[in-house]
């Protein structure tokens, strides 16, 4: 079931188009992340969703109604900020209440309602301490009990956890996905972190100068990438572009990579994108061991780096540069000079859309 | 860029093996010349007038000087002292209010309404006051005021038959003449304490379903509680002795104890009764802020 509902969506700071025909859906209870760098538009997409802009063109819909022209304070969201954005003269118990206060909850229930938020995000019997007394992490959970205790029709978080250590942000991530389920709220989630977009959501959108390139669930966008931007901006791809045949391109040194997608009409152009850690080396002077991947390339290994579990090799082949990422698993590494074969799938052959 | 040698070695000998000053000294020598000009300029002076007020005339021409409580009873010995000093209070709390209620609301449509030139060109607007001369200040009051004035000619332009409304020579016209000397001091320390607020406070306030009213009552307010408190003892303080806005602008009625002190300095020429005078009214405003100084700390306090 739609609950938030954006249509057409378009926004210009002057002249500078900011958001161009945004329109997607944000399923009732999902989680969904609006990934993409600055400037990309995603926190202006959040903040028209809030009500805090308003679009040129286009209309937002939550629960239903079109709420595009409806102030922010009638709308029934719950926010949460980078800065946190608590209210430093109130105690975690006035913050968490102050929501409920506006919505004519005081008393009783009040005080039984801002107890369960602070359970939720597990922060019971600190309700008597000033914000300034919690640590970074405790303050955002603050924040994540205001936004939540009033039951909104949609959360929206505006890059959350960046301004946590990383221990801290993995560390939230765990607990937003739990609290996230348990609340069961239609959430919105901006950042430009990949890693956290994959790990929390249910679907991400990878936005890029205003406009959505691509949208799906965590898998979807990162093994089949649309766009050369979204392969690029979601992780470490190689790209290889040649001549459509039957089945694959064919490279300007003439080699041919087998692709099992549909691909362009023959003869035309197309750029192939595969992920580092698809390829298997396979040392052309130790022998190795066969694989069964059909796709081949003789390379020669121009620098590894080695980081304890893993390697990243880069390989050269025929005036290209590879990327490849390997499990630290082998006899002994690859040094560089080695002549080697990279092996893939055309499965993880990936054809993107040309550039718009 | 290479180092050069000579200067890397004068760089690690300084004069040979010279000990850096321990803490203390340079916190010292850091606070002594502020604290030893204070203690000079505004210490002694002021002890001078307190010693002068136990005197019973003042210690220049030829009559004997002697000890004496005595200019301590002023207030009992004339009653209409305390009148005054009673009327000297109400300008103080009324000119501190509407400088309050004015600064308070400038300060924020500075704050929440301007940015960069515009701003910074109404903050300079705001200065202009200070930059001129008080006298010159309060007199331009007078011609606004008075019967006649420009502010009749202003309402006599849009409505002929009206009365004259100048009210020079009032108590009003008195706190007039303070708000416009002495708000400025509330719109910098009210300007101050708002434009720390991070903005995403407002709008968390407003996302969890708060209108304008409550968070200007609920968030705004209280976190400029510290800039309102400073701005209030600025000006409390001064204008309770201000004697020139009571003289020009309340004429007849602008007995106020700043003017009753200035007389005994300047006409009377009875400074002992004048600083003793001076000092009950240090010791009333220490007594009103002592009362209500739980107020002024949690105020303070974020």
New interface residues.
């Given amino acids: 079931m739609t609950n938030v509902e954006v249509r057409s969506i378009a926004k210009n700071y002057g002249s500078v188009p900011v958001l161009t025909d945004i329109s997607t859906d944000f399923t009732q209870g999902s989680f969904t992340s609006l990934l993409g760098p600055s400037g990309s538009g995603k926190t202006t997409l959040l903040r028209i969703i809030?009500g805090?802009i308003i679009p040129d063109q286009g209309n937002v819909a939550i629960g239903g109604n079109d709420v595009t022209r409806m102030?922010?304070?009638?709308r029934?969201?719950?926010?949460v900020?980078q800065?946190y954005?608590?209210?430093?003269?109130m105690t975690v118990n006035e913050n968490v209440a102050?929501?409920l206060a506006?919505?004519g909850i005081k008393g009783e229930e009040s005080r039984k309602q801002v107890e369960r938020a602070l359970e939720l995000v597990r922060l019971p019997g600190f309700g008597d301490r000033k914000p300034?007394q919690l640590s970074g992490g405790q303050q955002q959970r603050v924040?994540l009990a205001?936004?939540i205790v009033?039951k909104p029709s949609v959360l929206?978080l505006d890059e959350p956890l960046s301004a946590l250590d990383r221990r801290l942000r993995q560390e939230m991530q765990v607990e937003l996905i739990r609290i996230q389920k348990e609340s069961g709220l239609t959430t919105i989630f901006v950042t430009h972190d990949q890693e956290e977009a994959l790990t929390l959501s249910d679907k991400v959108a990878i936005l890029d100068r205003g406009r959505i390139v691509q949208i799906g669930a965590p898998t979807e966008v990162y093994e089949r990438p649309k766009t050369r931007f979204a392969a690029e901006f979601l992780g470490d791809t190689n790209f290889l572009t040649g001549t459509v045949v039957a089945g694959g391109i064919r490279l300007a040194n003439g080699s041919t990579v087998a692709v099992d997608a549909p691909l362009p009409a023959t003869g035309s152009e197309a750029t192939v994108a595969v992920r580092p850690e698809k390829i298997v080396i396979r040392d052309v002077a130790r022998g190795g061991k066969d694989t069964d991947r059909s796709n081949r390339v003789s390379a020669t290994i121009s620098s590894s780096v080695y980081a304890g579990t893993a390697l990243t090799y880069e390989a050269a082949f025929d005036g290209l540069s590879f990327k490849i990422f390997a499990q630290n698993s082998d006899a002994r590494p690859h040094s560089v000079g080695d002549v080697v074969e990279l092996t893939w799938s055309p499965l993880h052959t990936v054809p993107l859309e040309a550039a718009a | 860029m290479p180092l050069d040698p000579a200067n890397s070695t004068q760089l690690r000998e300084p004069g040979g093996s010279r000990k850096p000053l321990p803490p203390w000294a340079s916190t010292a020598a850091l606070l002594v010349p502020t604290y030893g000009w204070l203690t000079l300029a505004v210490f002694l002076p002021l002890c001078t007038m307190f010693a002068f007020s136990f005197l019973t005339a003042t210690p220049m021409g030829k009559a004997p000087i002697v000890f004496t409580f005595k200019q301590y009873r002023a207030f009992i010995d004339q009653p209409y002292l305390l009148g005054v000093a009673w009327q000297s209070l109400l300008m103080g709390f009324w000119t501190t209010f509407f400088c309050a209620v004015l600064g308070f609301f400038a300060a924020l449509a500075l704050v929440r309404a301007t940015e960069g030139k515009v701003r910074e060109t109404l903050l300079i607007l705001v200065l202009l006051p200070f930059w001129t001369n008080g006298l010159v200040r309060v007199f331009s009051w007078t011609m606004v005021l008075r019967e006649g004035g420009f502010l009749d000619y202003a309402i006599h332009s849009v409505w002929p038959g009206a009365g004259s409304v100048g009210f020079l020579y009032t108590r009003q016209a008195v706190v007039v003449g303070l708000v416009h000397g002495y708000l400025p001091y509330m719109i910098l320390t009210c300007y101050i304490a708002l434009v720390t607020i991070d903005n995403t406070i407002v709008e968390a306030a407003s996302s969890l379903g708060a209108r304008w009213w409550t968070i200007l009552w609920k968030i705004l307010l209280p976190m400029a509680a510290p800039g309102l408190i400073s701005g209030s003892v600025l000006i409390f303080v001064p204008v309770i002795g201000s004697f020139m806005e009571p003289r020009i602008l309340g004429g007849r009625v602008g007995v106020t104890m700043g003017t009753v002190i200035e007389d005994q300095f300047t006409q009377a020429f009875n400074w002992p009764l004048g600083a003793a005078l001076s000092f009950t009214m240090l010791a009333v405003v220490l007594g009103i802020f002592a009362t209500f100084s739980g107020v002024l700390r949690r105020g303070t306090a974020l």
């Fill in positions: 809030a805090f102030p922010v304070w009638a029934n969201i719950g926010m900020f800065s954005a608590l209210f430093p003269h102050f929501g506006r919505r300034k924040a205001r936004a009033t929206l």
